[in-house]
């Protein structure tokens, strides 16, 4: 197995799954809920204000919507490679408005942050290849198959919880909180369910 700096390679993109998708999670919450009162771990917070003085509050709010989904995909690992693929032109539309608007320092994170997105889409490269090809026909014989579709399910529900948290948060910050909470806490020991199952069914 090939290892970076002694760690497998494998491990690692999984850290910057989970990095990638904690800091677009936290960045899209707390632009969106009340009073911005969600921890993130970088900001713009006030993204939409900014952006509000050029007609652009509800692209802000867009851009804070698909942070929160790309993060949610991302750090959960249910649904990473799609993840990296939706983070891509995130970052990258994020990339071009600090740009754009002469911001200093925070497009260099964002460029660091757009070549970590880089690495997933590379690692993944084996998964998507297929819509660079000409020869489709056996392709649409492939049917779509998912290991375990309850634990998808089960998955999606605490998503929706989330973002639903979103527009409570204007009426009970505690509540949204709780709400947020608990449907994050039902993903983790979804997906720790999940693993303990396939490492049971195949063991070293």
């Given amino acids: 197995m090939k290892k970076i700096l002694g760690i497998p390679h494998p491990t690692i993109i ?105 690495w997933l889409l590379a690692y993944d490269y084996h998964k998507f290849k297929f819509i660079l090809t000409d020869k489709v026909e056996k392709l649409r014989n492939t049917k779509l198959e998912r290991k375990n579709m309850r634990a998808d399910k089960i998955w999606a529900v605490p998503v929706v919880l989330i973002l639903i948290s979103v527009p409570l948060s204007y009426l009970n910050i505690i509540a949204a909180w709780v709400l947020c909470g608990v449907a994050v806490l039902v993903i983790i020991i979804n997906q720790l369910k999940h693993r303990k199952k396939r490492s049971m069914a195949n063991p070293e």
Avoid at 29 to 52: N, T
Avoid at 70 to 94: D, E, H, M, S
Avoid at 100 to 108: D, I
Wanted: charged share 10%.
């Fill in 14 to 118: 999984v850290l910057i799954r989970i990095f990638l998708g904690l800091i677009f999670f936290g960045a899209g919450m707390s632009k969106l809920y009340a009073d911005h009162a969600f921890p993130g771990i970088i900001g713009p917070v006030w993204l939409e204000e900014r952006l509000a003085e050029h007609g652009l509050g509800m692209y802000a709010r867009f851009i804070a919507g698909s942070q929160i989904v790309v993060g949610l995909l991302l750090f959960t690992q249910r649904f990473a490679t799609l993840g990296a693929l939706l983070c891509f032109p995130v970052i990258l539309n994020i990339f071009m408005v600090t740009v754009s608007m002469k911001w200093q320092g925070t497009p260099y994170v964002n460029l660091f942050l757009l070549l970590l997105n880089v």
